[in-house]
């Protein structure tokens, strides 16, 4: 004969005070409904999607039978106090929802607001690194006819409000220029316009940004609708090869294009080194060589102001506009050279 | 080319300065600014991005350069009821992203469009009974993302065939 037992024995009250009696007793209630049927697996995921960071709980789900197609985009979500932080997601049912209210309990339990999310942004950061975002979107513009113009042209319209988690990499977004496109080569392009940090902010419960994205136009020249990214650039990578490995990677960097301007103000180059076997690199060892052409030398000027750091000027003269130099960074045997165009101020 | 049929002429001549010009090199320059994959096929451009006609038809989604034109015939010459005054007036229309060029420029590609468009019809002596005059060149800008560079050119035409 088989005999049951209690799992979690309830605890005795001898005090006889109201409060005692319901802190021994508050998180029963939850628990014992967490592990009945009325309760979900879901994953909480925080905004990166780390696995590593990822927790598996319970949850009673509310409004999962909602009655309006609005409605049947937000779920609440109810555990145990402290599970849930705004701005994590909410994996359940094979989709994302997004926390976007502020975590409130009532002593017994914890309940959260969640949207779904429906589509994935994908942008690039300064740095080259790819971020992408599970977010929110409602239309800002719902009764826009989708083109604006004049005599002269037309130009698409159309604006989303994004609800993202608020981290880091979330406000990188802000100004850039984003596919908003579910189709398998996308072109419809929207621009970041605006970004509230603080209307879904809560200081102790995370938060969410809110941005409006704003029909913008395709740039075949720049967009890179294969990877899914807008204004694409090559990030770059330090070369390391097995056979012969360098000691040193170098990349020269400016602020703004490899130019100068002919008349126009001196510009920074820096030199960053890598070290390919992480060694640390003596900086001292670099050296700066600036080469162009015998008629274009008496107009380009130059001075290292660091080690790391070399200033270029240029005098203006239309002979020289459009032509380069060509400037290298050497450090121990191994070099970096970059072309540095000369413009004339436009 | 007087006869009646003067802007329907003047419109093919227009478009076949700009995309097939004699000084080949004025012709791929202009394309090559617009969009240089059309460089050897030129007439791709007609209705994609030259128009010959002043508004674009279709709205725009892309980050492109544009040419629209008007030829117009505003008055009878207020000097001579034989002749008539005739505008050419020609748009050249850049996206804001789509405005920077390659440094060795040292213009924006609004402006270097316009000068090469500058180059074709100032002077030009195919149209009417002397040279085209360079009358006005303007900028504006289009629903705050599209530069607009407006070049108008001058001339006159007779009023009538000769008998």
């Known amino acids: 004969m088989k005999s049951w037992y209690l799992i979690n024995p309830p605890s005795t009250n001898s005090g006889g005070f109201e409060d005692e009696s319901f802190n021994d007793y508050r998180y029963d209630a939850i628990s014992d409904i967490l ?16 696995e590593d960071t990822s927790v598996n709980v319970r949850a009673v789900v509310q409004n999962n039978t909602a009655a309006t197609y609005l409605n049947a985009m937000q779920r609440e979500f109810i555990s145990t106090p402290g599970t849930f932080t705004s701005g994590d997601y909410v994996y359940f049912e ?3 929802w997004l926390i976007v209210g502020r975590p409130g309990t009532n002593k017994v339990y914890e309940k959260v607001v969640t949207l779904l999310c429906q589509y ?20 800002a513009s719902k009764y826009d006819k989708g083109e604006a113009g004049n005599y002269v042209l037309y130009l698409t319209t159309n604006n989303y409000t994004i609800l993202m988690p608020q981290d880091k ?7 850039r220029r984003v596919f908003v496109d579910l189709s398998d080569e996308p072109r419809k392009v929207f621009r970041i316009t605006r970004d509230d940090d603080v209307l879904l902010n809560y200081p102790q419960h995370g938060g969410i940004f809110t941005f409006i994205a704003s029909k913008d136009e395709f740039d075949p020249h720049k967009d890179n609708p294969e990877l899914g990214l807008c204004d694409y650039f090559e990030p770059f990578v330090p070369e390391i090869t097995e056979d012969d490995p360098p000691v040193v990677t170098i990349d020269i960097t400016c602020k703004g294009e490899k130019m100068v301007v002919a008349g126009g103000n001196p510009k920074t180059f820096t030199a960053n080194f890598y070290s390919s076997d992480g060694q640390d690199v003596d900086e001292r060892s670099m050296t700066w060589t600036v080469t162009c052409t015998p008629e274009n030398e008496q107009y380009v000027h130059y001075e290292v102001i660091d080690i790391q750091k070399i200033r270029i000027q240029v005098d203006y003269d239309t002979s020289i506009i459009g032509t380069s130099i060509m400037l290298t960074a050497k450090c121990y045997n191994d070099s970096e050279s970059i072309y540095v165009e000369i413009g004339g101020g436009i | 080319m007087a006869g009646g049929n003067e802007i329907i002429q003047y419109k093919n001549r227009i478009i076949k300065d700009i995309l097939h010009n004699s000084d080949s090199t004025l012709s791929t320059d202009i394309v090559t600014a617009i969009d240089p994959e059309a460089v050897g096929e030129e007439d791709s451009l007609l209705y994609e991005n030259v128009f010959p006609y002043l508004r674009i038809p279709d709205t725009v989604d892309e980050v492109k350069a544009f040419i629209t034109m008007s030829v117009d015939m505003p008055r009878v010459s207020t000097k001579n009821y034989f002749f008539k005054d005739m505008v050419i007036t020609i748009n050249v229309l850049v996206h804001q992203d789509y405005m920077k060029m390659p440094p060795r420029y040292s213009a924006t590609r ?8 500058n180059k074709v019809f100032n002077k030009n002596p195919n149209y009417g009974n002397r040279p085209l005059e360079y009358v006005s060149d303007v900028e504006s800008i289009v629903l705050n993302k599209f530069f ?16």
């Open chain 1, 169 to 175: 990499d979330s406000e990188t977004i802000d100004g």
């Open chain 1, 94 to 96: 094979g989709e994302y």
């Open chain 1, 120 to 139: 994935k942004l994908k942008w690039q950061k300064d740095d080259g690194s790819v971020v992408e975002r599970w977010a929110n979107f409602t239309s």
């Open chain 2, 148 to 163: 607009m560079r407006s070049l108008r050119f001058r001339c006159d035409e007779m009023n009538s065939t000769r008998c």
């Open chain 1, 35 to 50: 592990g009945t049927e009325l309760a979900s697996d879901i994953v909480i995921y925080k905004s990166d999607l780390s």
């Open chain 2, 110 to 117: 609004c402006d270097y469009i316009a000068s090469l468009i």
